[in-house]
């Protein structure tokens, strides 16, 4: 047995739990090699994206094999991931309610920001609140989750109608048009919003839903691409510092790119 599998199952120590155990670390290497691949790669790719001598990397490969992790085409020599890999994928994926999983990530944003921080998600009728944290500073407006936010006068919306398909937003976006003539929103300001919201990956606005209330919108993605969930952070336009805006929006980003992560989104991939 190697050193690095030779641990003693009764030697709970905390520095025995910081080491772990070496060898998992490198069969997960080879895998996450494997994923980042796209597809079928050959043995020295899958050791040049681990890092690892192909030798070492061939020996993963065999037993990862045997495991149903790693499969290799017996025509091509070619490896990829294997049956068992798919099934967990598969598994990970049926387990896992996206709202739960931003929702943890949530009260952090709003820690970093001192602002009050949201969550929504699309319906038939556009973008819906399903989670609200409360900030330090007191807002002019009665929250209810279950609310239908309109679609281009709320930062959340607008990151929606940037991101979904046109056909799942067009009647939501010709029922904000009808409700809420006053903003006069032409097709050319609809086409503006939209390719402002994919360069920069936020949305703000500012007395659209609220006079003095303003909002900054990050979408958070899937590993299908969808634009499931909107973050949004809420603050008294007044009271804060073009700083402490930028200070929110850096946070903003960073929450909405760990979840989506988390949630099996691959920027570079789908890119």
């Known amino acids: 047995m190697s050193d690095d599998l030779a641990i003693d199952d009764e030697d709970d120590s905390e520095a025995t739990q910081r080491q772990g155990i070496q060898s998992v670390e490198i069969a997960m290497t080879v895998l996450l090699a494997l994923e980042q691949g796209g597809g079928p790669v050959p043995l020295n790719e899958v050791a040049r994206r681990s890092g690892q001598k192909a030798s070492k990397v061939h020996r993963y490969l065999v037993s990862l094999c045997r495991a149903g992790l790693a499969s290799q085409s017996p025509s091509s020599s070619l490896y990829d991931l294997g049956p068992a890999m798919r099934r967990l994928g ?92 006053s903003l006069g929103i032409s097709d050319a300001d609809v086409q503006r919003i939209e390719t402002e919201v994919r360069e920069t990956g936020i949305a703000a606005t500012t007395g659209g839903v609220i006079p003095g209330i303003a909002s900054i919108s990050a979408p958070i993605r899937t590993a299908a691409d969808a634009s499931l969930l909107v973050v949004t952070v809420v603050f008294p336009r007044e009271q804060v510092s073009r700083s402490e805006l930028d200070h929110a929006r850096g946070h903003l980003a960073r929450m909405a790119q760990t979840v989506s992560r988390e949630l099996g989104y691959d920027e570079e991939r789908i890119a």
């Open 90 to 181: 598969a598994e990970a994926l049926r387990r896992t309610n996206e709202v739960t999983i931003a929702s943890e990530y949530a009260p952090l944003l709003r820690d970093d920001t001192g602002h009050s921080v949201n969550l929504s998600v699309w319906s038939d009728d556009g973008p819906v609140l399903v989670r609200w944290d409360f900030g330090a500073h007191v807002l002019p407006l009665n929250v209810r989750v279950g609310a239908t936010l309109p679609l281009l006068a709320s930062s959340a919306g607008r990151v929606f109608l940037a991101l979904l398909p046109p056909r799942m937003t067009a009647s939501a976006l010709a029922r904000s048009r009808r409700d809420l003539p």
